[in-house]
T-cell receptor
Framework: KQEVTQIPAALSVPEGENLVLNCSFT??????LQWFRQDPGKGLTSLLL?????REQTSGRLNASLDKSSGRSTLYIAASQPGDSATYLC?????????FGPGTRLSVLP | ETGVTQTPRHLVMGMTNKKSLKCEQH?????MYWYKQSAKKPLELMFV???????ENNSVPSRFSPECPNSSHLFLHLHTLQPEDSALYLC????????????FGAGTRLSVL
């Protein structure tokens, strides 16, 4: 059974810092891995989707990498801004559905 | 705006009430999903529908009853819920098949008294 973990659980950084969020999954047999952002009390917004055959994906200040063999993915956020404050979720797809991690709660301080 | 709309946004119900959550997508997707997000727990998949047919039930209690009348609409009928069912219920849709991006609605915040 696929299990997804994320560290750290919470992170607080000053504005402008580069930061890395970590995601680990137990079963490397995945179709893809997706990173989401969730604002308090809101739904999920897809940030990046990495197919199992890919190593990384980039969108603006965000870069996500995938290492299936080690069961790890990282989300790199460059030059963080207060507007980046949210919970970041990673989800691994063993099939049609996704198995979600518990999330990392990020606070970027002005 | 993701193209997936959920109503109502907030719902308070007693344990003996019957209510329904609604989800609608205008993305032309063939698959729809219900997820439950409880405090301090990861998002949990509840049900999956493909082309209006239920293809996955993740051991959800029968007090939750899904309905998918067409590929654009998904309902979650609720009856005799328990206080521990209080959570954020999220609907998602995708083009179907494996490995596709899922688009989420804003969710319904449910409180069971």
């Amino acid at each position: 059974k696929q299990e997804v973990t994320q560290i750290p659980a919470a992170l607080s950084v000053p504005e402008g810092e580069n930061l890395v969020l970590n995601c680990s999954f137990t079963d490397s047999a995945i179709y893809n891995l997706q990173w989401f952002r969730q604002d308090p009390g809101k739904g999920l917004t897809s940030l990046l989707l990495i197919q199992s055959s890919q190593r990384e994906q980039t969108s603006g200040r965000l870069n996500a990498s995938l290492d299936k063999s080690s069961g790890r993915s990282t989300l790199y956020i460059a030059a963080s801004q207060p507007g980046d404050s949210a919970t970041y979720l990673c989800a691994a797809s063993p099939g049609q559905n996704f198995v979600f991690g518990p999330g990392t709660r990020l606070s970027v301080l002005p | 705006e993701t193209g997936v709309t959920q109503t109502p946004r907030h719902l308070v119900m007693g344990m003996t009430n019957k209510k329904s959550l609604k989800c609608e997508q205008h993305l032309g997707h063939n698959a729809m999903y219900w997820y439950k997000q409880s405090a301090k727990k990861p998002l949990e998949l509840m049900f999956v529908y493909n082309f209006k047919e239920q293809t996955e039930n993740n051991s959800v209690p029968s007090r939750f009853s899904p309905e998918c009348p067409n590929s654009s609409h998904l309902f979650l009928h609720l009856h005799t819920l328990q206080p521990e069912d209080s959570a954020l219920y999220l609907c998602a849709s995708s083009p179907g098949g494996f490995g596709n991006i899922q688009y989420f609605g804003a969710g319904t915040r449910l409180s069971v008294l």
